[in-house]
């Protein structure tokens, strides 16, 4: 079960997700991963023989290369692959125009 909100609008916080197990995530995957003792979700931007470049979908961090043994899986969700790239690309910059302007009108 999900918490936070860093890859809305495509998993809320509370969505329940499986999780394929698997060290060779694709780019647009969504990747399960581990950082500091906690498990995150994130999307892959890049991947290579070592890891992967994951980034959030609402851009509330910065992208991050992740080595592949802290790696768990994948969750297959819609968009995928280049598609989910360029997907997470526009969310990142559609959220972070959000907090921009809200910051503003405050």
Avoid: Q, W
Avoid at 79 to 93: D, E, L
Wanted: net charge positive.
């Amino acid at each position: 079960k999900t918490t936070g909100g860093c890859m809305r609008p495509t998993i809320k916080s509370g969505d329940v997700l499986l999780v394929e197990a698997t060290e060779n995530p694709r780019a647009g995957d969504c990747v399960l991963f581990e950082s500091g003792g906690r498990r995150f979700l994130h999307r892959a931007l890049y991947v290579n023989s070592d890891g992967a470049l994951l980034a959030d979908d609402a851009g509330f961090t910065p992208a991050v290369f992740v080595p592949k043994n802290f790696i768990f899986g994948v969750c297959r969700v819609f968009p995928s692959g280049a598609a989910g790239v360029a997907y997470s690309f526009c969310m990142r910059v559609f959220f972070r125009l959000g907090r921009a302007i809200k910051h503003i009108l405050k």
